[in-house]
């Protein structure tokens, strides 16, 4: 099993900049990689970023150039660096971790306020 803990969120004024944090613990040594999602009031969820154990990262293209996804191996942590952010933002925030047997791993979610 992984346990995921997220912290970082909050209000924010539009332009503004939050980095959100993933702290895994568990058994890490089964990730094969971490990502973050969001989901908006009434909407799906959001796939938004994805790192994996080597360090590639990926992006949808609707947070490409603003977020910056990025990881501790040594403490198991990964971050989020949000900038530009956008009242379109306003979401709850979640973590997720994958393992090599298939198994997904969520975090409790965090809520992100983006204010005009």
């Known amino acids: 099993q992984v346990q995921l803990v997220e912290s970082g969120g909050g209000t924010v004024q539009a332009g503004g900049s939050l980095r959100l944090s993933c702290a895994a613990s568990g058994r890490t040594n089964t990730l094969y990689a971490m990502g973050w999602f969001r989901q908006a009031p009434g909407e799906g969820r959001e796939t938004l970023a994805r790192?994996?154990?080597?360090?590639?990262?990926t992006y949808d293209d609707s947070v490409q150039g603003r977020f910056t996804i990025s990881r501790v191996p040594a403490n198991d942590t990964v971050y989020l660096q949000m900038n530009t952010l956008k009242p379109g933002d306003t979401a709850v925030y979640y973590c997720?971790?994958?393992?090599?047997?298939?198994?997904?791993?969520w975090g409790q979610g965090i809520q992100v306020t983006i204010s005009s």
């Open positions: 997720v971790a994958h393992d090599n047997g298939g198994k997904n791993y």
């Open positions: 790192i994996y154990r080597n360090g590639f990262a």
